[in-house]
Nanobody, 125 residues
Framework: QVQLEESGGGLVQPGGSLRLSCAASGSRFFNQYGLGWFRQAPGKEREFVAAIDWSGNERYYQESMRDRLAISRDDAESRVYLRMNRLRPEDTAVYYC?????????????????WGQGTQVTVSS
């Protein structure tokens, strides 16, 4: 059983940046997991933001955000990160970290087995 815990959210002004972090525990096989970030705004469905495969060689981004995001992983620390730049008020949401074992699709909510509790990101002046 994998436990995921997000951190790094908060209040940021429009145009600012944040780096979200997700720490995994409960498994010795973190380096075999595909990892993703999703977000959910009030009244909206959870949506895909970014993902990285188990090898770290393949990265996927929501197309509309591609030029503002960078996902990375540190297998030694069992962490996955999401750097977000030039934040906008519409980026305000709860951001969730997710994990799945092995290879496979990484852009759908249903692709993942494990989820964190989320971290709030609020973009406002």
């Amino acid at each position: 059983q994998v436990q995921l815990e997000e951190s790094g959210g908060g209040l940021v002004q429009p145009g600012g940046s944040l780096r979200l972090s997700c720490a995994a525990s409960g498994s010795r096989f973190f380096n075999q997991y595909g990892l993703g970030w999703f977000r959910q705004a009030p009244g909206k469905e959870r949506e895909f933001v970014a993902a990285i495969d188990w090898s770290g060689n393949e990265r996927y981004y929501q197309e509309s955000m591609r030029d503002r995001l960078a996902i990375s992983r540190d297998d030694a620390e069992s962490r996955v990160y999401l750097r977000m730049n030039r934040l906008r008020p519409e980026d305000t949401a709860v951001y969730y970290c997710a994990a799945r074992s092995g290879s496979g699709e990484l852009i759908r909510v249903s692709d993942y087995t494990y989820w964190g509790q989320g971290t709030q990101v609020t973009v406002s002046s």
